[in-house]
């Protein structure tokens, strides 16, 4: 079973349509989330961690589902420039980050 | 805003040959950390840093890699007999206590 599982799109959408992308992982023991968003050929970079409570980010909204192992990211208004690869990521025990696959977002004017 | 650099950006290399992979942390953190990822393919960890010594480290992490942090700075990734299925991006990352930040990768290509 895979740890981290997400659906790799792609997302096509229009500017200023909502998006969201789901993620679930398999080890119950995870303690930490993140989602990164990664363009093509470059460094995953931090969009935002993924609190139990859920948090919010301007147009980005993350939730946490710890009974269902689902995390989510929730992207308001979108603008090209949301176009990438979004990583869902999880930490388990130690320090080694878990990633998954990633969703493809396209933006288009 | 503090970075975390990358050298070099590519390395092309033949089979069988050593290859050393160079990164400048964070000034101030204090975990380091190596992952890879293979052409369309996710990001795969290998190997965490702390206190001069491995702290955890992958599957994927075999006899033929290990790490240095040979100053205060800098912190290295090497291959010492490369293949072909070693040809990945490689990132280099750091973190205080929390969240990790990643630098830009050396593209590694091994003929």
């Known amino acids: 079973r895979k740890e981290v599982e997400q659906d790799p799109g792609p997302f096509n959408v229009p500017e200023g349509a909502t998006v969201a992308f789901n993620c679930t992982y398999s080890?119950?023991?995870?303690?930490?989330f993140f989602w990164y968003r990664q363009d093509c050929r470059k460094e995953p970079k931090l969009l935002m961690s993924?609190?139990?409570s859920g948090n919010e980010d301007g147009r980005f909204t993350a939730q946490l589902n710890r009974a269902s192992q689902y995390i989510s990211l929730l992207i308001r208004d979108s603008k090209l420039s949301d176009s990438a690869t979004y990583l869902c990521?999880?930490?388990?025990?130690?320090?080694?980050?878990?990633f998954g696959k990633g969703t493809t977002l396209s933006v288009s004017s | 805003e503090p970075e975390v650099t990358q050298t070099p950006s590519h390395q092309v290399t033949q089979m069988g040959q050593e290859v050393i992979l160079r990164c400048v942390p964070i000034?101030?953190?204090?975990?380091f950390y190596w992952y890879r990822q293979i052409l369309g393919q996710k990001v795969e960890f290998l190997v965490s840093?702390?206190?001069?010594?491995?702290?955890?480290k992958s599957e994927i992490f075999d006899d033929q890699f290990s790490v240095e942090r040979p100053d205060g700075s800098n912190f290295t990734l090497k291959i010492r007999s490369t293949k072909l299925e070693d040809s990945a991006m490689y990132f280099c990352?750091?973190?205080?206590?929390?969240?990790?930040?990643f630098g830009p990768g050396t593209r590694l290509t091994v003929t």
């Open positions: 990352a750091s973190s205080g206590a929390g969240e990790q930040y």
């Open positions: 080890n119950s023991a995870s303690q930490s």
């Open positions: 993924v609190y139990s």
């Open positions: 990521v999880v930490n388990q025990a130690g320090t080694a980050l878990i």
């Open positions: 000034s101030n953190h204090l975990y």
């Open positions: 840093f702390y206190n001069n010594e491995i702290s955890e």
